[in-house]
């Protein structure tokens, strides 16, 4: 096992990394931008080392500096959480190079799910279920014939695609060409790449994802899926496990399709392949090659610690459990709780003046926030993410209320108002929600500050 593994990462992941390394007796070392020597990953680890000014390119995406710092400290591996250089293959590479380990797959694997395009014909070949559309890139001249075999409304989707940008509906013909250069030009600016490619639009799907973890014995598991179509601007706000919207078949079916897929692939590590899913359906896509926000749901319901497994496999470890030894119990909902308006959701940095957690049984709140803790502009605006688990989605819903009404975030604004109000509102006591649900309802709130 490694003696001492650096964490590539700020915020709740930081921490979540430092916290799963001390259980298992390995050395932190965090890495800091000058915005973030105050921040709680830095006073957690057992050493730190800054990486350079606030801006990411310059600290958090510093690989020079971030090698540098392993070298410094004596540090073996690197875990690189999720966002920032965990889905980086040159990274990846220059880790190995460098004789460190990466904690995470082999960057070919990382490379070739990075691509939309050859992604989804890999994963297809495999015998993963897909959605209809080009078979590769598109052209503006091939566009029209195709978007007609394929049925409007098309969805126009850039193959560097994330974040769900270079993302554009065309509804009918007419609206086709506008869409391919808009989703063109988003491309172009967002990953300087403005090849798209073409899929069959879903009209109401779910976006249910399912979690594996494969080691370098040729092992494969799922945990079970993810439910997170509550989602604005695809962006993620409200995840769940399992989905209110699939029975135990169904999860072992998909659940066996993905991991014969990555047993064949040779995947290595842990993964999500993420599905819409509609009319008993799944459409595979992408896959995130990387630890998600909202593991910690799935660690929930199966027990799993998925950090811990991860680091495990990197270290050449053999998985000390079977599918069959995996269980499912209860439900699982993660609430994000975001540094931001809860409706028009305008980021919101600033100082925290009262803050207390949430506890008892069931209850799990992973956030770097403190009291006096100023959150820096600089970054991404998740403040924490509230977990809750229990026997039943009903009794996991009446202990999200309550855990909420605990949760006290002061000083800025946070969309816990959102959620109160989400935790009440009868399609979603109902698990009755598509991908659009949100956004819409979002919409009908109309201006609410
Ligand atoms: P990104 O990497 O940009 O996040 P994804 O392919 O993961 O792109 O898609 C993000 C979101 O866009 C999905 O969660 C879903 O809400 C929507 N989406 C993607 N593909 C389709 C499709 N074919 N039909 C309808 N909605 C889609």
Known sequence: MFEKVLIANRGEIALRVIRAC???GIATVAVHSTADSEAMHVRLADESVCLGPPSAAQSYLNIPAIIAACEITGAEAIHPGYGFLSENAKFADIIKEHGLTFIGPTADHIRMMGDKITAKQTVKELGIPTVPGSDGEVTDTDAPKLAGEIGYPVLIKATAGGGGRGMKVAKSAEELSFALSQARTEAKAAFGNDTVYMEKYLQKPRHIEIQILADSHGKVVHLGERDCSLQRRHQKVWEEAGSPALNAQERDEIGSIVTRALEKLGYLGAGTIEFL????????????????VEHPVSEAITGIDIVREQIRIAAGAAMDFTQKDIVFEGHAIECRINAENPFT?????????????????GVRFDSAIYSGYRIPPFYDSLAGKLVVHAKNRNECLLRLRRALNELVVDGIETTIPLFQKLVREPDIIDGDYSIHWLEKYLANLGPQS
């Open 277 to 292: 899913y509609e009319d008993g359906r799944f459409y595979f896509i992408e896959m995130n090659t990387r630890l998600q």
């Open 22 to 24: 001390r259980e298992m």
């Open 345 to 361: 959701f305008r980021p919101s940095p600033g100082t925290i003046t009262q803050f207390h957690t949430p506890g008892g049984l």
